[in-house]
């Protein structure tokens, strides 16, 4: 069982920087994969980005590429989203998703941790 906890959201103007953090629970977590995904009101959630279990690895969706870095830190059980360039249309509940691998996750879900981008 793992358990994940977001922070670091908030209001920022458009082209300024947030890093969401998530913290995970459980000795299991650097077997994982992590990734985020994102709700904006009205609209289903979306893949933003993901990360192997080893950060060799990481996929970005095309609308975050360049802006966005995803990141972990095995030793401290924490993945990184560093959001660089904000745009209004990065408004939504950010949350942090693993799984076995990149294809599968969501098998454990974080609560959402709410950016808002402002014009």
């Known amino acids: 069982q793992v358990q994940l906890v977001e922070s670091g959201g908030g209001l920022v103007q458009t082209g300024g920087s947030l890093r969401l953090s998530c913290a995970a629970s459980?000795?299991?977590?650097?077997?994982?994969?992590m990734g985020w995904f994102r709700q904006a009101p009205g609209k289903e959630r979306e893949f933003v980005v993901a990360?192997?279990?080893?950060?060799?690895?990481?996929l970005y969706a095309d609308s975050v590429k360049g802006r966005f870095t995803i990141s972990r830190d095995n030793a401290k059980n924490t993945v990184y989203l560093q959001m660089n360039s904000l745009k209004p249309e990065d408004t939504a509940v950010y949350y942090c998703?693993?799984?076995?691998?990149?294809?599968?996750?969501?098998?454990?879900w974080g609560q959402g941790t709410q950016v808002t981008v402002s014009s």
């Open positions: 990360i192997s279990w080893n950060g060799g690895s990481t």
């Open positions: 459980g000795r299991t977590f650097r077997s994982y994969a």
């Open positions: 998703a693993a799984g076995d691998t990149r294809a599968t996750l969501g098998k454990y």
